[in-house]
């Protein structure tokens, strides 16, 4: 494990609602302990470990593009890996795939801008590995157990159950540039938010207290 560049969520009804789906309401559906996190969606990992001080310098250095990057939840989606076992999945917004290149075009080290490109623009889900390209997504639960196990029916109903419960919306069918367009409503995704570097070579738990720097959007 390395550190990991993430974007968060501004403060405010979201962030509390998502918060509480990741710390509260979800894991009183899963069979056994999960660990707690913040909300966030990883941009980057694979981070060289450096200083507090030195991370801050990176970030400020970022080029970033003229436009906030527009998150749009796509759908509850269910995963392989324990890191995308329960996630919301994001649309790909040409906005947020320009932040992700000039972002892994800066932080990791031997990758060019067309790299970069090549990276961000590759189809992957959630389930798959994010080595193998860009995956927006937000997670929800980091679990061990296979959840697509007919055992686990009753949870998958229950997550679903639990997030819209909790005014979070989903959007589907939006593709490409329109989603840059798409209303984006208080509980549907959000615009802009918050670079932050996290230490993600310490354990889940301490994560929430790991962060070496951040940038406003």
Known sequence: MFPSLWLLPPPGALSQA?????STTLPRRIPGPVPDFQPHITVSSGL?????ADFLSL????????????????????????WTKITLE?????????LAVVCRTA?????DEAQAREWVEKYTTPA???????IPHLSLVYWDEDVHKEEFHAV????HSDVNDAGVKCEDGWKGPDVDGA??????????????????????????????????L
Not at 156 to 159: D, E, F, P
């Open 183 to 216: 209303p984006v409503g208080d509980m549907a995704g959000w615009k802009g938010g918050k670079l932050v570097v996290v230490d993600t070579t310490k354990p889940v738990e301490a994560w929430k207290t790991s962060i070496l720097a951040e940038r406003e």
């Open 90 to 98: 994001i649309n790909k917004s040409d906005s947020l795939k320009d």
């Open 18 to 22: 998502l918060q509480t789906l990741i």
């Open 48 to 52: 060289p470990l450096q200083s507090a």
């Open 128 to 134: 798959e590995s994010g080595q193998q390209g860009f």
């Open 107 to 111: 932080v990791v080290p031997g990758v």
């Open 59 to 82: 970030l400020s250095s970022i080029q970033l593009p003229e436009r906030l990057p527009t998150i749009l939840f796509k759908r509850v989606r269910y995963g392989a890996a324990f």
């Open 156 to 159: 998958r109903l229950g997550v």
